[in-house]
C-alpha cells in the first residue's frame, strides 16, 4: 500500500495543541467522547497530565476508527454519576463557538430549507459580516468552517448564570443565523446547548463513509471578556430574531407551495388579560399522546432509549433519513434533532418546548400556538375551523368546552368574542426542561446491513469490486456478493477449507439479496459476470434457474462412452465394445434466481419436493442425486466433486417463507445484503477491468477420484478460536437454548467468506485480516437478515389486525343484522297486539290489563307494555278507570 492510499489518523500534537488552548487550566474536568464509547466518554483534568491523558484517549477512539472525536463546549463540574453529564453539570464556560457546515455532503439541506454556505471562505463571510468581534480562531471540521471566541474562564456556579451563559450561545447562533439568511443561506441554529459536543480538530471525520481530516485554522489567538461578547450579541440580537422569523415564514410558504397545504394565519399577540392556567393546548396534551400526533403525520416509531420513545421523521421526494431516529420523546416533552423535520432543533427554552400542545401546533398552525388555541376554541364551540382543530375527536372537542369555555356562547367569530368564551388561558404556559439526548446528533445511516467502510478501504480488490458496481449505478454490496457466490461456483471443487475441526468444509456459498423490484438486483449480478469470467475450457453452467432438486443434481450429469472391456472382432479386426453411461460430467454451476418467490413457491407447493433438503446438502458440499431403479433417472454427484454457486433476489415481502425454514437450517445457509447503497457517488467512475489474481489460488490441476483435497489453511490463532467455541458446545459449556437459531451455521459461514475472500487475493492461506473481513460481512449479513425479519414480523402483525378488524366488522354488521330483524319483528308484535286491544274493546266492552294479558299468547306477553303504549299513542284506545274503552280513532 503507497503513502496516497495510507488510511488517515489522528494527529495526537493538533489534539494537544488544541485541548490545552482551550480548556487548559480552567477550572472543572474535560470531558471527550465517541461514538465507539457509546457517547459516554470518560471525563479528564485540564493540568498538564489530564490534557496529555485526553489526548491519549482521543487516539484511543481514532485508533477504533471512530466517526468523530469530540469535547464537550465547556467544563463539568464534577465527574457525572452516569453518562457524560448534562447542562446541570456544566462549570467553565472558556469560549463562544458556533457550526459553520457549508457544502451538502453529510448535510444536506430539507425540501425547504435554503442551502448551506457553499464553501469555508462563505462560511467566513457570514461571521464577518454578522457585526460578532472578529473569531479568535477556526478550527476546519472535515465538513464545517467553526470560529471560536475565547473568553475568560466563567465559571457557571448556579441557575442564574447558567441561564444568563445560555442566552449568550443561543444568541450568538441565532445572529450567524440571520446573517445567513441575508445571504441566502441556511446556518444551523441548535447547536447553543451548553454541553455541546465539537469535533476535535487534528482527529478523522468519518462520517458517511468518507474519511476526512480535521484541523486548527487560522486565527489571532485573541481572548474576549464574556461580559464583551455578551454585549455585541445583545446589540444584535433584536435584529437577528426579526429576520429569522420572515426567514420561518417564507420556509412555511415553500412547504406549503411543495405540499399544496394552506398557509396559517400569521401569529397574533396573545390577547391582554388572560392569565396561565387550563386551556385547550393542556387538554390535548391530557388526553393524546406523542403517537396520536406523529403517526397520523407519517413519522415513523424505531423503538426506546432510556425510557425515551425514537420517531422517525417523514420522507419528502425521496428525502431519506441519514439518521436512526429525528425525535426523542419522554412522556410529555419531545426534542428533535433533525434539522430537516420543519421543527425546532436541539433544547429549547423555557416556554418553547415541544410539548403535545406545541408540537400539535408546530405540526399543524407552523408553531403559532395562538392561532392553534383559538382554532381548538372555534371547533369546541361548534364553529367552523380554519384548520386540522375540526378534525379533532368529538370527545376531546367536549373536554375542551367543558374546561376552557364559558356556558354562554358568541355568535361573532372574532378577537373579541374568543376573550368572552375562554375562561382560562388557551396557551401552554412554561414548560419543564427537556430531556437530554443520550448522544450526539451525529447517529448512524438508517440502512442497516450496511458493510461498513472499514470493510472497503482494507484491500485494492474489494475497492475494486465496489467501484465496478459504482461504475454500472450499482450496489457495491451486491456486487460483492455476487462475486463471492460466483467465485464458489468457479473455484476448483479440489479446493476445501481446514480448520482443524471435524472434516474439510466445502466453499459452496449461498446469498441472498434483499430489495423492493427494479432497483438493480439483476444488473448488480452482472457486474460479477464481467469481473469474473469463466476461464476458458471450463465446463461451467452458467446463471442457471432452479426447478427441483433433482434438477440441481441433473445439471451436472451427462452422457458418456465408456469401454466395457469386451473386444469385438469383425473382418480381422479387433474394436472395444462401449455403451452409453450417464454419470457426473461437470463440477461447475452457478444459479441465480431473480424472483426468490419463484424459489419458496416451489419449495412449499410442490408435493414430495426435495428442493429444501437439496439445497441444504448443497451448500456443505454434500452427495446430491438418487439412485433409481431406471437409469435414466437415476443421478449420483458424490460429496467433494462439485462447486456451487446460488444467489437469489428477494423482495422484502417475499422472502418470510424462507425465514421460515429456520428449523430446517435454510436460510442460516445464506449471506445477506442490502440493495440499497446510499454511496453511491454522483459522478460515474469508470469500469475497473476484470478480475484476475484469484485465478493464481482458485484453479488447481483437474485430478481424479483418488486425488486428496487442495487446502486452504488457517492461521494458528484462527484455528485455537474455532477449536475452543467448538469445544465449549462439544462440553456443554454452552447452552444452545439462548441462542438464535438463525445464527447456528455462523462458524462455517465465516471460514467460507474468509476462505473466498483468502482466494481473491490469490492466496489459500486466511490470515488475521481475512477473518476479520470475513467478520465484518457476516455480521452486515446479520444486521440484514434482522431488519427483514423485523419488518417481516410488522407486516404479519398489520395483516393479523387488518382481519382481525374484518372479523369484528363482520361479527358487528351480522349483530347489527340481527337486531335489525328483531327490532322490525317487535314493531310488528306490538302494533297487531295494539290492533287487537282496540278491536277487543269495540267487541267485548271495557277491558283490564290483566283481562288482555291473561287473553294473549306467551309468546307475546312481552310486547304488551309496549302495545298498550302504542294503542293509547294512536288513541285507538283510551283509559278509564282502570279499563281500557275504545277511543276516537278507530284502527284502520
Not at 44 to 73: L, N
Not at 337 to 363: C, F, M, N
Amino acid at each position: 500500500m503507497n503513502d496516497e492510499q495510507q488510511p488517515l489518523t489522528a494527529d495526537p500534537q493538533v489534539v494537544r495543541d488544541w485541548l490545552t488552548h482551550l480548556y487548559g487550566g480552567c477550572p472543572g474536568f474535560l470531558s471527550i467522547c465517541s461514538d465507539k464509547d457509546g457517547w459516554v466518554g470518560r471525563r479528564f483534568t485540564t493540568d498538564e497530565p489530564g490534557i496529555e491523558a485526553a489526548v491519549q484517549y482521543v487516539s484511543e477512539q481514532d485508533r477504533r476508527k471512530a466517526k468523530g472525536v469530540y469535547a464537550q463546549s465547556t467544563t463539568l463540574r464534577e465527574r457525572p454519576a452516569e453518562g457524560r453529564g448534562g447542562e446541570d453539570l456544566v462549570y467553565g464556560l472558556t469560549h463562544l463557538w458556533a457550526d459553520g457546515d457549508f457544502g451538502t455532503f453529510g448535510h444536506s439541506p430539507g425540501p425547504d430549507d435554503l442551502p448551506a454556505p457553499p464553501d469555508s471562505d462563505a462560511v467566513a463571510k457570514v461571521v464577518h459580516e454578522s457585526g460578532l468581534p472578529t473569531p479568535s480562531g477556526w478550527a476546519h471540521s472535515g465538513g464545517g468552517y467553526n470560529p471560536v471566541w475565547l473568553a475568560d474562564n466563567h465559571l457557571i456556579q448556579d441557575d442564574d448564570t447558567r441561564a444568563r451563559a445560555k442566552e449568550i450561545t443561543t444568541g450568538l447562533q441565532a445572529v450567524l443565523a440571520a446573517e445567513a439568511y441575508r445571504h441566502g443561506w441556511h446556518w444551523d441554529v441548535g447547536v447553543g446547548n451548553l454541553d455541546r459536543l465539537m469535533k476535535i480538530p487534528g482527529t478523522v471525520n468519518r462520517k458517511k463513509g468518507l474519511d476526512r481530516p480535521t484541523a486548527i485554522g487560522p486565527g489571532t489567538g485573541e481572548a474576549f471578556e464574556l461580559a464583551e461578547l455578551a454585549a455585541a450579541v445583545a446589540s444584535l440580537l433584536p435584529a437577528a430574531r426579526e429576520d429569522l422569523e420572515r426567514a420561518a415564514a417564507e420556509q412555511q410558504e415553500r412547504k406549503a407551495q411543495r405540499t399544496g397545504a394552506t398557509v396559517p394565519p400569521p401569529r397574533r399577540e396573545r390577547p391582554a388579560g388572560l392569565h396561565s392556567g387550563d386551556g385547550p393546548l393542556d387538554v390535548l396534551a391530557d388526553t393524546l399522546t406523542f403517537r396520536d400526533l406523529l403517526e397520523p403525520e407519517g413519522w415513523t416509531y424505531v423503538g426506546q432509549t432510556g425510557g425515551r420513545e425514537k420517531w422517525l421523521r417523514p420522507t419528502a421526494g425521496g428525502d431519506g433519513p441519514s439518521s436512526a431516529y429525528s425525535l426523542l420523546c419522554d412522556d410529555h416533552v419531545a426534542v428533535n434533532w433533525s434539522e430537516r423535520s420543519d421543527l425546532p432543533v436541539g433544547a429549547q427554552p423555557p416556554g418553547q418546548k415541544l410539548t403535545i400542545g406545541t408540537l400539535y401546533a408546530h405540526l399543524h398552525y407552523a408553531g403559532n400556538t395562538s392561532e392553534a388555541a383559538s382554532d381548538i376554541m372555534r371547533a369546541a364551540a361548534g364553529r367552523p375551523a380554519r384548520g386540522a382543530a375540526g378534525r379533532l375527536a368529538p370527545a376531546i372537542l367536549t373536554e375542551v368546552k367543558r374546561r376552557c369555555l364559558k356556558d354562554s356562547e358568541c355568535g361573532r367569530d372574532d378577537a373579541e368574542s374568543l376573550r368572552a368564551l375562554i375562561a382560562d388561558d388557551p396557551w401552554d404556559g412554561p414548560q419543564d426542561e427537556p430531556p437530554e439526548p443520550p448522544e450526539d446528533a451525529d447517529v448512524p445511516q438508517v440502512v442497516p446491513g450496511l458493510i461498513p467502510e472499514a470493510f472497503w478501504a482494507a484491500r485494492p480488490e474489494l475497492r475494486h469490486i465496489r467501484t465496478a458496481g459504482h461504475s454500472r449505478t450499482r450496489s457495491g454490496d451486491v456486487a460483492l456478493l455476487a462475486v463471492l457466490t460466483r467465485l464458489s461456483a468457479l473455484v476448483s471443487h479440489r479446493i476445501r477449507a481446514d480448520t482443524g475441526i471435524a472434516g474439510f468444509a466445502s466453499l459452496n456459498l449461498f446469498g441472498g439479496i434483499i430489495g423492493p423490484s427494479g432497483i438493480g438486483k439483476s444488473s448488480g449480478v452482472e457486474v460479477a459476470d464481467r469481473l469474473m469470467p469463466a476461464p476458458s475450457g471450463l465446463d461451467f453452467r452458467d446463471g442457471l434457474p432452479i426447478g427441483s432438486g433433482e434438477g440441481l443434481a441433473e445439471v451436472f450429469m451427462g452422457v458418456v462412452e465408456e469401454e466395457t472391456g469386451e473386444i469385438r472382432k469383425r473382418g480381422g479386426t479387433e474394436t472395444p465394445v462401449t455403451v452409453q453411461v450417464r454419470k457426473q460430467v461437470r463440477h461447475h454451476a452457478f444459479f441465480y434466481i431473480d424472483e426468490g418467490s419463484s424459489l419458496t413457491r416451489l419449495m412449499r407447493e410442490r408435493s414430495g419436493s426435495t428442493l429444501g433438503e437439496t439445497l441444504r446438502s448443497a451448500a456443505v458440499g454434500q452427495t446430491l442425486g438418487q439412485t433409481n431403479a431406471s437409469k435414466d433417472t437415476s443421478r449420483y454427484i458424490p460429496s467433494g466433486s462439485y462447486s456451487l454457486g446460488l444467489l437469489v433476489g428477494f423482495q422484502p415481502e417475499t422472502v418470510a417463507p424462507l425465514f421460515d425454514e429456520v428449523a430446517e437450517g435454510t436460510p442460516q445457509r445464506f449471506v445477506w445484503v442490502q440493495v440499497i447503497d446510499p454511496a453511491i457517488p454522483d459522478q460515474q467512475p469508470e469500469w475497473p477491468g476484470e478480475l484476475r489474481v484469484w485465478r493464481n489460488a482458485g484453479v488447481v490441476a483437474p485430478g481424479d477420484e483418488a486425488s486428496g483435497f487442495v487446502l486452504v489453511t488457517f492461521d494458528e490463532g484462527i484455528k485455537a478460536e474455532l477449536r475452543a467455541a467448538d469445544l465449549a458446545k462439544a462440553r456443554g459449556h454452552v447452552s444452545t437454548a439462548g441462542q438464535d437459531p438463525f445464527d447456528s451455521q455462523a462458524p462455517v459461514m465465516r471460514v467460507k467468506l474468509a476462505s473466498l475472500l483468502a482466494i481473491l487475493a490469490g492466496r489459500r492461506h486466511v490470515n488475521p485480516e481475512d477473518w476479520r473481513l470475513a467478520h465484518m460481512l457476516w455480521d452486515a449479513s446479520c444486521a440484514t437478515r434482522a431488519d427483514v425479519i423485523a419488518r417481516t414480523e410488522a407486516q404479519r402483525r398489520l395483516e393479523q389486525e387488518k382481519r382481525t378488524v374484518a372479523r369484528i366488522e363482520e361479527e358487528v354488521r351480522v349483530d347489527g343484522a340481527k337486531q335489525a330483524a328483531e327490532e322490525a319483528r317487535t314493531e310488528r308484535a306490538v302494533e297487531r297486539l295494539a290492533t287487537r286491544l282496540a278491536l277487543l274493546t269495540q267487541e267485548k266492552g271495557p277491558q283490564t290489563r290483566k283481562n288482555v294479558r291473561d287473553r294473549t299468547a306467551g309468546r307475546d306477553k312481552r310486547y304488551l307494555p309496549e302495545a298498550f303504549a302504542y294503542a293509547l299513542l294512536r288513541e285507538w284506545v283510551v283509559e278509564a278507570d282502570g279499563k281500557f274503552v275504545p277511543g276516537p280513532v278507530p284502527p284502520s
